[in-house]
């Protein structure tokens, strides 16, 4: 909204924002997938989760890579992000990081079961929302984000 100050007018930029992040790790045509459960974002994803308060954005994702896999991740490049306006007026901003350097034993975590899947086969399992396009920004180096909005008072998203 913009606002005078000393005949000078500014436009307020300023928006409340949820960060989160989510990591590819892969090696030799496979990837790591969380099967996520308890939550209303449910099925085959790339593991990751949010952002601390005063947390850097690269330590925030290896932060929750061990947490969710037991693997420490090294060199997590950002490759994209996904967004969208949520109800209230504030934005959600998944930032999509992906890396093959890693290092740690395996394990699952509460938030679901974690393995590693061929990368072309991941069609055909039971992907969250929207993960079949998401991979496609992990993927298309021309690609670099998912972008959510309502039209018609229905949620679509273009990739940019």
Same mark, same amino acid.
């Given at each position: 909204?913009?606002?005078?100050?000393?005949?000078?007018?500014?436009?307020?930029? %300023?928006?409340?924002?949820?960060?989160?992040?989510?990591?590819?790790?892969?090696?030799? !045509?496979?990837?790591?997938?969380?099967?996520?459960?308890?939550?209303?974002?449910?099925?085959?994803?790339?593991? !990751?989760?949010?952002?601390?308060?005063?947390?850097?954005?690269?330590?925030?994702?290896?932060?929750?890579?061990?947490?969710?896999?037991?693997?420490?991740?090294?060199?997590?490049?950002?490759?994209?992000?996904?967004?969208?306006?949520?109800?209230?007026?504030?934005?959600?901003?998944?930032?999509?990081?992906?890396?093959?350097?890693?290092?740690?034993?395996?394990?699952?975590?509460?938030?679901?079961?974690?393995?590693?899947?061929?990368?072309?086969?991941?069609?055909?399992?039971?992907?969250?929302?929207?993960?079949?396009?998401?991979? %496609?920004?992990?993927?298309?180096?021309?690609?670099?984000?998912?972008?959510?909005?309502? %039209?018609?008072?229905?949620?679509?998203?273009?990739? %940019?």
């Amino acid at each position: 909204m913009p606002s005078a100050k000393k005949g000078v007018i500014s436009i307020d930029r %300023k928006e409340t924002v949820t960060l989160t992040n989510m990591c590819m790790i892969y090696k030799d !045509g496979q990837v790591l997938v969380q099967n996520k459960v308890g939550s209303s974002y449910n099925g085959i994803t790339f593991p !990751g989760g949010h952002v601390e308060k005063n947390e850097a954005f690269a330590d925030a994702v290896i932060r929750e890579i061990y947490e969710e896999t037991g693997l420490t991740i090294q060199y997590p490049k950002l490759c994209g992000i996904k967004d969208w306006t949520e109800a209230d007026g504030s934005r959600y901003i998944v930032l999509l990081y992906k890396t093959d350097k890693f290092c740690g034993q395996l394990k699952a975590s509460h938030e679901g079961e974690v393995f590693w899947a061929e990368l072309d086969k991941l069609s055909k399992m039971k992907l969250a929302l929207d993960m079949e396009d998401m991979l %496609k920004v992990f993927l298309d180096d021309s690609l670099s984000e998912f972008y959510y909005y309502l %039209k018609d008072d229905k949620w679509v998203h273009d990739l %940019k």
